[in-house]
């Protein structure tokens, strides 16, 4: 088992920037994948980021410009520094981990809503 808990999220103005920070806890050392998706009212959840415990990152469409995932793998930590935000930007960001044994979970969700 592994517990997920977000923070960082909130309202910031267009152009602003956040920091998300997700800590992984429970069966840590089981843990290869971190990263985060966004689901936006009405729409699917979509990925913005993943990286893996080597430090191999994926990001989603149209976010690398704007979006950088790291990891401190000491700390179980995967953060998400998001900068010029926009308003389509805004949407709950989800922690995800995924396991060596392809397991998968989900943080609780963090809003994160840029105002124009």
């Known amino acids: 088992q592994v517990q997920l808990v977000e923070s960082g999220g909130g309202l910031v103005q267009a152009g602003g920037s956040l920091k998300l920070s997700c800590v992984a806890s429970?069966?840590?050392?089981?843990?290869?994948?971190m990263g985060w998706y966004r689901q936006a009212p009405g729409k699917q959840r979509e990925l913005v980021a993943t990286?893996?415990?080597?430090?191999?990152?994926v990001y989603g469409d149209s976010m690398t410009d704007r979006f950088t995932i790291s990891r401190d793998n000491a700390k179980n930590t995967v953060f998400l520094q998001m900068n010029s935000l926009k308003p389509e930007d805004t949407a709950v960001y989800y922690c995800?981990?995924?396991?060596?044994?392809?397991?998968?979970?989900w943080g609780q969700g963090t809003q994160v809503t840029a105002s124009s």
């Open positions: 429970g069966s840590i050392f089981t843990i290869n994948v």
């Open positions: 995800y981990v995924r396991l060596v044994t392809y397991k998968e979970y």
């Open positions: 990286i893996t415990r080597g430090g191999s990152t």
